[in-house]
């Protein structure tokens, strides 16, 4: 081989190992960014739950379903459905039970 060959192959195996490198920075920041917002997801939710609860629709006193557990299960759902999502319930789901229709 020609030194101009192996030159040339040296300097190809060069860039293919600083793409490589590149590749393997940016998958590790973008890495660590999800974590940090998974972390800060955490700790609004925690701060959320020491705080007062968040007040809901109120129903008529003279609704006679005003009190019942369906209607309760109901408001939940739909406060539930309000709040935007976390990126661990956008993967793994809510912890919502499965449907028994």
């Known amino acids: 081989m020609s030194e101009n060959t192996v030159n040339r ?9 600083e793409q490589q490198i590149r ?17 800060a ?3 609004g939710e925690v701060e959320a739950s020491r705080g007062a609860p968040l007040p809901g629709p109120e129903a ?7 009190n019942s557990p369906k209607r309760a299960k109901w408001l939940a759902e739909q ?16 912890g919502e039970e499965p449907r028994s229709d």
């Open 9 to 17: 192959k040296l300097l190809e195996r060069l860039r293919r190992v």
């Open 23 to 39: 590749a393997f920075k940016e998958l590790h920041a973008s890495e660590l960014q999800i974590v940090l917002d998974e972390l």
């Open 41 to 43: 997801d955490i700790a």
């Open 60 to 66: 008529p006193v003279d609704d006679p379903a005003a």
């Open 79 to 94: 406060e539930r459905k309000q709040r935007p999502q976390s990126r661990r319930e956008l993967l793994f789901g809510r």
